[in-house]
């Protein structure tokens, strides 16, 4: 991402830190928009989210950009499948992602046996933060 530096550090203390957050991430498909709540992880300009390689979003997202929108920010996004969460390429995000969903990772919801259940990155294309009167554009 090419934000300033200042922009980046309250990007980091809204959405970094290893931490859970809670987004709106909207599709679209046949021109009919989608909005859903998705728990994401934030690093190098990039938010990550465990999904199933079969769900709606994914399949919106084949063909369309994705937008995300959170504490006083909003952005697009390209949604890229990362492929299998226990995938060997992933072990590092995803265990950094278990710290941060640590609070729900382990209900039963996810099926980590299954290799439906991927990570997702929505590769941030330009987005608009605000904080203290200031806004910052990417």
């Known amino acids: 991402m090419n934000w ?3 922009a980046e550090t309250i990007m980091m203390e809204r959405f970094g830190g290893g931490k859970d957050n809670i ?10 928009p989608y909005v859903r709540y ?19 979003k994914m399949r919106q997202m084949r063909t369309n950009p994705a937008a995300i929108a959170g504490d006083w920010y909003t952005a697009h996004a390209i949604g890229e499948n990362l492929g299998w969460f226990c995938a060997e390429k992933n ?3 995803a265990e950094k992602m278990k710290r941060a969903f640590s609070g729900w990772i382990d209900n039963g ?30």
């Open 38 to 56: 998705v728990n994401a992880y934030y690093e190098g300009g990039s938010f990550y989210v465990i999904t199933d390689a079969r769900s709606n």
């Open 91 to 93: 072990r590092p995000l």
């Open 4 to 6: 300033n530096e200042q």
């Open 109 to 138: 919801h996810n099926d980590f046996s299954d290799q439906n259940t991927v990570i997702l990155r929505l590769k941030i294309t330009d987005a608009v933060l605000l904080s203290r009167g200031t806004r910052y554009e990417l």
């Open 23 to 32: 987004l709106s991430l909207a599709t679209v498909e046949n021109g009919v």
